[in-house]
């Protein structure tokens, strides 16, 4: 019987861009930018193959611009950036969360602010990846932390854009980006699809941003012959502008409500030996895979400790984490930048639990050894 999988040596950046055709991604607008780059030079050699779009744009605002209308156009659609670039697309990214577009925007970041130091690793975005944009929006970070997990996250964030019409970022450090391992890659007819959901109603009466019970409204196919607007302005159902008080509630409140509705599906985490901790590491990326070793070696000493890592960073999976730091006196977050995970830590925790931070910033990934010396002191 033939496998259903292939045994191949990947790069972190290739498996992204392997992962969305997987997920059926056929354009990818973007711009060159270390360290994400090889994400666009691997989609620039995979797209042409199966039919479908590769275009090096003029800048980072344009390339989100593009991914939105190829989007809107009825493909799935990405692009790939470092902070610079992030901080470029955060406009587009709010017309994307306000019109509801479904896209997939991967951002490995780098040592900043400003240009920084490119092609150094960072976390320093992940606060920006929740509230880059502004006003009160709906967005979904995936954070991968190793090559396996950028191919299957990318293609998560497909799934989920598509399901839930929401702009979705696939978020990681430079070192997972560049990072080479061996996986199981499955065959591309292995791997299933999610379509968003297309009008099937009559023309006439159709609404655009309709509330319906899944709080997610069918888009229109173009060719279809729905009548649409879309525009950046709050809107009604209809999509024309509108500063009716009562409608931009419940406008607003089903735009956010449509996460909060379906959290448990698009929560993600992994939970290593957090059932008798006394000591819990929250961390992602290349930082989580420091902690996991850490861990190691402090359980092998008798202490009692353990690591929640959150796969999907947001909307942070708040029950899991409470449930998981549930015993912890002490909950630690190494973290690649001065201090951003550890702002919601602090705000989830109990008032009795002490919550350490650990942070790098000067370009350098943290050592198991660093979190291991951290783990004593609190202990």
Known sequence: MASKYQLVNLQGNHACALGAVAAGCRFFAGYPITPSSEIAERMALELPRIGGVFIQMEDEIASMGAVLGASMGGLKSMTATSGPGFSLKQEHLGYGAGAEIPCVIANVMRGGPSTGMPTRPSQGDIMQSRWGTHGDHA???????SVKEVFDETRRAFALSEKFRVPVIVLYDEVIGHLVETIELPKPEECEQVERKWADSDKKTFKPYAETDDLVPPMARPGD???VHTTGLT???DGFPTQDPETVVRVTQRILGKLEKH???IASYEEVDCKDADTVI???GISARAANQAIRQARKKGGKVGL?????????PEKP???????????IVPEMNAGQLALEIERLCQSEQIVERLNRIDGEALEPGEILQKI????
């Open 376 to 379: 004593g002191e609190a202990q």
């Open 235 to 237: 809107h009604a159902e």
């Open 282 to 284: 929250v961390a992602i």
């Open 308 to 316: 929640f890592r959150p796969i999907t960073l947001w909307p942070f």
């Open 139 to 145: 967005t979904i970070v995936l954070a991968p932390a």
């Open 263 to 265: 959290a448990d599906e």
């Open 321 to 331: 984490f409470k449930q998981a730091v549930q015993k912890a006196k002490t909950v």
């Open 225 to 227: 012959g729905y009548r």
